[in-house]
């Protein structure tokens, strides 16, 4: 029996440059944002055991992490902070001297033109652990929201270029507008994370940024993965507090939510590759299973594909290179 066939979509495949042509998106270093663990001292650069090919870096080290990744045409970098002191309402994230204002100042002295983002939240200060001020056990959405704004503004006063709150609490986005406002940084861009998950998949970076929660979970701030529709309400009131850029986080595992808010939104989306994603791939890479170079950029085009502007991933310096070998 012979049929015709009309529809061959192998055809527009037969060749590499008719592959090359047809492509609807593509990869670009300038996609990218680097996560870099900043700590106390100088001189230091310890590999993070639970983040394979991570460091702890010290404010010197990581201007020169960021200098070399700017050299493979990543653009920005987004800092954490592990501070020296850690107290019940996160007070050392708005110390001048903290690792972070140290890193951000070094960073724009050896190479101004890279866009400098800062992660703002306190679980990294809090002795207990979660992203707020707690009061009786729970953490205290209102009391906390001066305390963010107040560690937003410590890292504009030391020059960086982006400010982006996870902590999830409802206002914060407004709550640091204001205070940007009227402290003279009304020109300082938000990257809100706007729509995060109460997710397995921090775990390595809990452990990189020593924030695990001391009891309890963060189920009572972040978001509940069972639930699609509440992701719009995040972005709506984001939209309307000030949000410059918004991110939906973590990325692969939520392209359906990624998709949902880019269909949605005029502003640039950012979607965070969180530190489980990028551990898993690792692991399968160690174990023989997956090939590096393959699996790494399939997943960062996956969600640039979903509709992502910019990806915050740990693969950045490496996807970079991969990009230029092609
Ligand atoms: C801080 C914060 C977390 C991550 C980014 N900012 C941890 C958390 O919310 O528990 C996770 C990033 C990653 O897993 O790579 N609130």
Redesign the pocket.
Known sequence: MSISLVRRPRRLRRSPIWRQMLKEIALTPSDFIY?LFVVPGSGVKKPIASLVGQYHLSPDLAAETAAEVFALGVPSVIL?GLPAVKDPAGASGADPEGPVQQAVRAIKKVVPEMVVAT?V?L??YTDHGH?GLLLNDQVDNDATLPHLARQALSHARAGADLVAP??MMDGRVAAIRDLLDQEGFSHLPIMSYSV?YASA??G???EA?G?APRFGD?QSY?MDPARRREARLELELDLAEGADIVMVKPAGPYLDIIREIRDRCHLPLAA?Q???EYAMLMAAVAAGLLDERGAGLESLLAIKRAGADLIITYLAPRAARWLGDQ
């Open positions: 996560p954490f992660d939240c679980c990294e992203c996870s902590d995060k998949f921090y390595p970076f809990r940024a924030c963060r972040q965070y969180v530190s489980g």
